[in-house]
């Protein structure tokens, strides 16, 4: 099965406040990745302000979207509390919603860019000190989900039970019928 479907996703701390620090941007690094990965999706970009997160991902054809978003949103701000430690006043709480939009793999690059230069493009919410993980190529992902055909394909074998499969009839003989007025003689089949 062959699939590329990329989203960029976007959302914000609850009223915008300036909640993410460095400490919270380099757990959140981290977290969103791997809540991601659990979700069969891959983080290919990821954009941070202290007011709010972009993503560049790629998802599997099953992956649920509302599930990741949820995901991604509700389990980082419980772990950010827990693992950092933070004050009440300073949880990490986002806002309700997000913003989700599905992306050609022609607009990749420049979506990417958009997506990792947004210290550039809000100046005055740099997280300062933070610096992103290094993006994962398209190229070195795109193998990432296949299914087993395909991996059965690559190494020069048939899919068993699909490419190589005789029909029904030819896998019971006995289902074979044949009119009697058929110019083709009834095979003596075996009692077995």
């Known amino acids: 099965m062959f699939h590329q479907l990329y989203y960029h996703i976007v959302w914000t701390t609850r009223e915008r406040r300036p909640t993410i620090t460095r400490d919270v ?8 990745r791997s809540i ?7 983080v290919l970009e990821l ?10 991902i790629r998802a599997h054809p099953m992956t649920s979207i509302p599930r990741l978003l ?20 300073h949880q990490l709480r986002w806002a309700q919603g997000y913003t ?3 992306i050609s793999r022609s607009m ?3 979506v990417g860019e958009y997506v990792r230069h947004q210290p550039e493009r809000h100046p005055h919410e740099v997280i300062a000190g933070w610096v992103p993980t290094a993006a994962q190529p398209v190229r070195q992902e795109s193998r990432r989900w296949r299914t087993r055909r395909d991996a059965w394909r690559s190494r020069g074998d048939s899919c068993p039970g699909h490419a190589d499969r005789p029909s029904a009839a030819l896998r019971n003989p006995r289902r074979l019928t044949y009119l009697p007025e058929s110019p083709i003689r009834r095979l003596d089949l075996p009692n077995s």
Do not use: C, N, W, Y
């Not at 991604?72 to 430690?85: D, H, T, W, Y």
């Open 25 to 32: 941007a380099e757990f959140l690094d981290r977290a969103l």
């Open 47 to 56: 954009g941070m302000v202290t007011t709010h997160v972009h993503l560049l």
């Open 100 to 102: 989700i939009q599905t």
């Open 70 to 89: 949820q995901r991604l949103k509700g389990a980082s701000s419980a772990l950010a509390a827990r693992k950092l430690g933070l004050s009440p006043e």
């Open 108 to 110: 990749l690059d420049g």
């Open 36 to 42: 991601a990965s659990q979700e069969r999706a891959l």
